[in-house]
């Protein structure tokens, strides 16, 4: 089956920068599209970022020229570089594998200080 682990959130600055990575196993990693999610307390899970099997993304506006989504098909890892993060992108970020079904990795929580 198909498992995801992101891993690379903290603690940082407003105004700094993250690099966030899911690694996946148990599946053909090359044909899924990928994506990343975030949920803030109280709040809806949203949409971040998508990246398709031929590279082509997407970005919720309110990331976008901030956030930059990646994959490594011979990694079996898809990124997302954060750069100029705000207290408003506090979260708890998931990745997302999409083919038939969805898969969802467990979260990596990104805590953003004033």
């Known amino acids: 089956q198909v498992q995801l682990v992101e891993s690379g959130g903290r603690l940082v600055q407003a105004g700094g920068s993250l690099r966030l990575s899911c690694a996946a196993s148990?599946?053909?990693?090359?044909?899924?599209?990928m994506g990343w999610y975030r949920q803030a307390p109280g709040k809806q899970r949203e949409l971040v970022a998508t990246i398709t099997a031929d590279g082509s993304t997407l970005y919720a506006a309110s990331v976008k020229d901030r956030f930059t989504i990646a994959r490594d098909n011979a990694k079996n890892t898809v990124y997302l570089q954060m750069n100029s993060l705000k207290p408003e992108d506090t979260a708890v970020y998931y990745c997302?594998?999409?083919?038939?079904?969805?898969?969802w990795g467990q979260g990596t929580q990104v805590t953003v200080s004033s």
């Open positions: 997302k594998a999409m083919l038939v079904r969805d898969y």
């Open positions: 148990g599946t053909i990693f090359s044909i899924y599209t």
